[in-house]
């Protein structure tokens, strides 16, 4: 995946197979070319881990002093003080590169106190500064903090039935999932009435093809992300954003038993709600 050059966003929650890519795409000096390049002296340091506009906060790395025992031992969470420290070190201008990119690793394990400061700084944050949170569950974020960062996991779907991922694979050959999942990309930018149309169609059928439905109408939502990159449309990045986020929710709904019935209203009331935010 790459980015084009003018088009990057502020803040991005990830996981860890995808944070170095994004950070090597904020530092990469291509201009006229998608990012990263791989090419450039700035991906060439990132690749090797030497770039020193690229700030990694690993909390397995940071000692703090037992209280109890008076011995050093690895922090447990994201505290405030490391936000705070991010903040302030976050207005220095960078070294090499025009950006800098700051990495915080088990970003999930942010307290509240820790998140709202977070949010704080992603209110007003330095226009030379990209944070990518990288973590395994998108789910421990607050909503507010969520809703400003670009949201894009690319291990999740391990998390679906086989068979599913298995029926989505084979999707050329299976043309009524293609055509579920033609008509919902299509509701994204619909009206509500044909959303709930939709949903009613969706809630009868069986279990195995709606779990394949989640996984291949994710793909593309994300493929469709990825295209959007380039674009003007802040709205429209917006919209797939939340749309997979809704997606992923229901995928964990249908793995717990949920009834299928259930997982389409998710769908419809989440997608509904959705649309207030761009009316």
Not at 81 to 109: G, H
Not at 118 to 132: C, D, Q, R, T, Y
Not at 158 to 184: G, I, P, Q, R, W
Not at 200 to 219: G, M, N
Request: charged share 30%.
């Amino acid at each position: 995946m790459s980015f084009d050059s003018e088009r990057l966003s502020h803040a991005y929650v990830t996981d860890d197979s995808f944070a170095n890519t994004l950070a090597m795409a904020v530092v990469c000096n291509a201009r006229d070319a998608a990012r990263p390049c791989n090419r450039c002296s700035h991906c060439d340091k990132a690749s090797r881990q030497i770039h020193p506009d690229i700030i990694v906060i690993d909390k397995d790395k940071i000692m703090e002093i037992d209280k109890d025992t008076g011995e050093k031992k690895a922090k447990l969470i994201i505290s405030v003080d490391i936000i705070r420290w991010i903040k302030k070190d976050a207005y220095v201008v960078p070294n090499d590169s025009n950006q800098k990119a700051y990495i915080v690793k088990d970003a999930d394990t942010m307290n509240a106190s820790a998140q709202n400061a977070f949010l704080k700084m992603l209110e007003e944050p330095p226009s030379h500064a990209v944070f990518i949170l990288s973590l395994d569950n998108p789910a421990a974020l607050l909503r507010t903090v969520r809703s400003r960062c670009v949201e894009i996991m690319t291990k999740r779907d391990t998390e679906y039935d086989a068979n599913a991922l298995a029926m989505a694979d084979d999707s050329d050959d299976d043309s009524e999932l293609n055509e579920l999942v033609d008509e919902f990309i299509s509701t994204l930018s619909d009206d509500n009435v044909k959303l709930i149309k939709y949903m009613f169609r969706l809630e009868k059928i069986d279990r195995p093809t709606f779990s394949a439905f989640l996984v291949l109408a994710r793909k593309r939502v994300i493929l469709s992300l990825r295209e959007c990159f380039g674009e003007d449309s802040y709205v429209a990045q917006k919209k797939l954003v939340l749309a997979e986020s809704v997606l992923l929710k229901a995928g964990d709904m249908l793995n717990l038993n949920v009834n299928g019935g259930h997982v389409a209203g998710f769908i419809c009331a989440s997608l509904i709600e959705m649309g207030k935010d761009f009316d």
